[in-house]
């Protein structure tokens, strides 16, 4: 016995045996845990089989898939998912478009500006998110019925149910499949002959010449790609075509709207708040970052007489760039998953989707673990394609 | 005069962008004014009026009032002698608390809470004078104590008097009082185990690191909204059968849900103040041969959480308005209140922008606050001026 306690006081002394024992100490504990909740959850229903039969109900925002009630509960949760994909989508654009204009707002010398900027993002960002849904909803609840429509010729209806804008749709005599694949390799073309041209103009240090001609990289990729596009428009003659919003009554007196591109009152809500909130978030991240560059950037952008606008966004912003990308992506995967608050107002989103099926099937676990792992994977894909732009943004100069 | 007028001129406009920019800022601003004016000209405020202790408190039953107006009197004289003893407001900030003030007792002023709202103004005012002559007397340093003790022990006091002698149940707490003790209950318990949570991620034995990482990564990646869905359908299943915890109320369960989702958020925030931690400093406590708690406790914390505490108000401040989450669990917070009413009591149809435009000044208002509090910190503390 005395050995025993012997050798384990020696064992003791080093600081790895100790650690190790710690973290078996904590392993043990977790693992216990673990074990409960797993042992909880094996008591309940953990397939997701139920997901092969019918959903029976219907969605009402259906965009790139065709989605009926009598399609699979998988069918209904990717078509939850392309909604969401699309509203965060566009917010983020959006949010980021407003958020950077706010940001410079808030550092402008011109009064107006910068309380416009102080006011937006003071009473903005102290509000929570779900009632700024609600309001932007009532709001669009409070434009004109559909009987009293304001319409714009025919290019814009707008009533209470929705607005309609012009819209490309695809020409039904011809495959307009194609055209979406042949655009496709002639904005890649035209990108790859605009960076190789100014990329030669770089390392030449001199304008490409053409007879006498100065050629712009970034034109001439413009240019090949506005020749070739429309000319293939034409040679497949013409799969798309532009479509139209109209306004009619039908024989009963009710009032139609069909065509175009809808623009509905939920997807607006959920749009504005999104945009309108992240909004004053990313005009905080903007604004410290251009206040964290040194002073000395703005003078000397100053004394070579670059003007408010150029010394802006050739030297300012460019470099705030790098410390602006980290707590933008951080805010982007707020967007994504803030965008499950649509649930208040109907539009059906992953996350509303799901909690109809998981009201319908009972079996609300598994779900659960799929809208996680779905919410997961969007953020994953965000923060990829962010570390991507990072890397390359700062890269330069660096 | 000349001078102002080259500022005036400067300012607004001087190039071809800068007065179209404020060209278009007037159009913003008409724009805004003028739709502001015409919803005031044409609102009407009786659904606030006639609702209001619907708002404050929800479904507390009649009779049980005096809970809710004791919490209020405590917190007002906690609020107002530390805003004297920590805070030491500005003339401006005064006046300007002094509006915020009078507007809410405004809004909320009935013919039954008059005698309650005098109690409440002049306990605010008097403890605030209060403050003012202990803070010239000897017996400050004192004082500081009480109240950092009361503001530890603020939560349980307010369970205490919600639940003493056969107090309401959980279920009927609502309104404004149920976003409060929501945010409370998250903060105060989720700010612990989120500190846990960040060493454990920062720790050097891997078991810890991975089984921390793997909390903090899950929590976050799920919305909130999410995880208080899985409250009101699978959480009971999960809970312990002894004490009948298994048949909790739905409140305890966004109170749990709504702590796990603070550790989670406080543990990222506070990981960023211990990187930020030069290693000298670990080094020199492992070189002074302190053990592990005492180099927590008296090197690294310390540091690390002063670096932090802006964003460490601000994760406070989503938290708060994260509370008007809970309609999900069907339980009627101020937000659902002031939506509900409108929708279902035919006297109020059409009044939804009134009824909204006042909960989201409530939840302005103690936002707002709370920003204020941490832009004072982060300039007390010189953060970002070093």
């Known amino acids: 016995m005395d050995i025993f306690i012997d050798k384990l006081s020696k064992l003791s002394r080093s600081q790895r045996n100790r650690n190790l024992f710690y973290q078996l100490l904590f392993l043990i504990l977790v693992g216990f845990f673990a074990n409960y909740l797993i042992s909880k959850a094996m008591q309940l229903e953990l397939t997701l089989s139920h997901f092969e039969s019918r959903s029976g109900f219907g969605i009402s925002h259906t965009f790139l898939k065709d989605y009926t009630s009598n399609d699979s509960r998988w069918s209904a949760y990717f078509t939850g998912v392309i909604n969401t994909i699309r509203v965060s989508l566009v917010a983020i654009i959006l949010a980021t478009l407003l958020g950077t204009i706010m940001g410079v707002a808030r550092l402008s010398k011109n009064v107006l500006f910068s309380t416009i900027a102080y006011l937006y993002v003071e009473l903005v960002r102290n509000t929570p998110l779900l009632i700024q849904i609600i309001f932007w909803q009532i709001i669009f609840l409070k434009l004109p019925r559909i009987t009293e429509a304001l319409t714009f010729g025919s290019t814009v209806v707008v009533s209470n149910r929705g607005i309609l804008l012009p819209y490309a749709k695809p020409n039904e005599d011809v495959n307009s499949n194609i055209f979406v694949i042949v655009l496709l390799f002639i904005t890649i073309i035209s990108f790859a002959l605009s960076y190789y041209l100014n990329k030669k103009e770089d390392i030449d240090g001199k304008k490409l010449k053409i007879q006498n001609y100065n050629i712009n990289g970034s034109l001439a990729g413009t240019f090949v790609f506005l020749i070739l596009s429309v000319s293939t428009y034409f040679i497949l003659q013409r799969p798309f075509v532009l479509d139209l919003p109209s306004l009619y009554q039908n024989s009963k007196g009710t009032y139609l709207q069909s065509g175009g591109f809808e623009f509905t009152p939920e997807f607006g809500a959920i749009l504005f708040a999104l945009v309108i909130y992240t909004g004053t978030f990313i005009t905080e991240i903007v604004r410290g970052s251009i206040q964290s560059l040194s002073k000395g950037q703005t003078e000397a952008a100053q004394s070579l007489g670059l003007s408010n606008y150029q010394s802006m966004t050739l030297i300012i912003l460019p470099q705030a760039l790098r410390s602006i990308i980290p707590p933008l992506t951080n805010q982007f995967l707020n967007l994504t998953k803030n965008s499950s608050l649509s649930v208040v107002i109907a539009y059906p989103e992953l996350f509303m989707v799901s909690r109809t099926i998981m009201n319908n099937s009972g079996r609300a676990l598994p779900v659960f673990f799929l809208i996680l792992f779905t919410y997961l994977s969007l953020s994953l894909i965000i923060s990829l394609f962010m570390n991507f732009i990072n890397r390359r943004v700062t890269r330069i100069g660096a | ?386």
Request: charged share 10%; glycine share 6%.
């Open chain 2, 1 to 386: 005069m000349n001078q102002q007028l080259k500022w005036a001129y400067n300012t607004f406009s001087g190039s071809f962008y800068n007065t179209l920019i404020t060209f278009l800022s007037l159009v913003i601003f008409g724009f805004i004014a003028s739709n502001l004016f015409g919803f005031i000209s044409t609102s009407e405020w009786a659904v606030v009026s006639a609702n209001k202790r619907l708002l404050l408190v929800g479904r507390l039953p009649q009779g049980e009032e005096w809970r809710a107006w004791s919490i209020l009197w405590i917190s007002s004289f906690l609020i107002f002698s530390s805003l004297k003893i920590f805070v030491k407001p500005s003339i401006k900030e005064l006046i300007f608390i002094t509006i915020i003030f009078a507007s809410v007792c405004f809004i909320f002023i009935t013919q039954d809470a008059i005698f309650n709202v005098i109690i409440f103004s002049t306990l605010s005012l008097s403890s605030y004078l209060f403050a003012k002559y202990i803070s010239q007397t000897p017996y400050i340093t004192i004082f500081r104590k009480l109240l950092a003790f009361m503001w530890l022990t603020i939560i349980p006091l307010i369970f205490l008097i919600l639940l003493i002698e056969d107090g309401p149940k959980p279920t009927l707490w609502g309104g404004f009082l149920l976003n409060i003790i929501l945010a409370g209950v998250a903060i105060s318990v989720g700010f612990p185990l989120g500190l846990l949570f960040a060493l454990g991620r920062a720790s050097q034995l891997p078991a810890v690191k991975i089984v921390c990482t793997i909390y903090i990564e899950t929590i976050r990646g799920a919305p909130l909204v999410g995880w208080l869905l899985l409250a009101w359908f699978v959480l009971p299943k999960f809970l312990p059968e002894f004490w009948n915890l298994n048949e909790t109320s739905v409140v305890i369960r966004a109170m749990i849900i709504l702590s796990a989702f603070t550790s989670a958020y406080t543990a990222e925030v506070i990981r960023g103040g211990l990187q930020s931690i030069p290693k000298g400093q670990i080094e020199a406590a492992d070189s002074l041969n302190l053990n592990l708690f005492t180099k927590l406790t008296l090197i690294v914390l310390p540091q690390a959480i002063r670096v932090v505490i802006p964003a460490l108000i601000s994760t406070f401040i989503a938290v708060f308005k994260d509370t008007s989450l809970v309609f999900v669990l069907a339980l009627t917070d101020l937000l659902q209140v002031g939506r509900i009413i409108p929708e279902q009591d035919p006297e109020f149809f059409g009044k939804a922008l009134e009824a909204l435009s006042v909960v989201a000044f409530l939840f302005w208002i103690v936002s707002m606050a709370l920003s204020n509090l941490s832009t004072r910190v982060e300039r007390s503390m010189g953060i970002g001026t070093r």
